[in-house]
């Protein structure tokens, strides 16, 4: 059974940092791409980040690029999301997402997460 856990979020002041973790079950991680997306209240869901299968070709929202970093390893069978500079904006319900095709479009992801919520105020 194909299933995607996130975990790692919280709350955090702005300028802080967390790294969030997916954790693959029930498939091989590294033979596909895995994106992260975020869902604030009232708002569509945003593409942040996708890493490839072979984790050479990485891509990043415009909204998080320089201050998200997405990475993979294979033997932990898991995709972190290290997140630095957070701003409030940020706040939101994270998912991580498995897709075969190398693409930001959440309509081509077919496994997702239950989400983590991340939450950023003073």
């Known amino acids: 059974q194909v299933q995607l856990v996130e975990s790692g979020g919280g709350l955090v002041q702005p300028g802080g940092s967390l790294r969030l973790s997916c954790a693959a079950s029930?498939?091989?991680?590294?033979?596909?791409?895995i994106g992260w997306f975020r869902q604030a209240p009232g708002k569509g869901r945003e593409g942040v980040s996708y890493i490839s299968s072979s984790a050479t070709v990485t891509a990043y929202g415009d909204s998080v690029k320089g201050r998200f970093t997405i990475s993979r390893d294979y033997g932990k069978n898991t995709v972190y999301l290290q997140m630095n500079s957070l701003k409030p904006e940020d706040t939101a319900v994270y998912y991580c997402?498995?897709?075969?095709?190398?693409?930001?479009?959440?309509?081509?992801?077919?496994?997702w997460g239950q989400g983590t919520q991340v939450t950023v105020s003073s």
């Open positions: 029930g498939f091989t991680l590294g033979h596909y791409t």
């Open positions: 997402a498995r897709s075969g095709k190398l693409t930001m479009n959440p309509d081509f992801y077919e496994y």
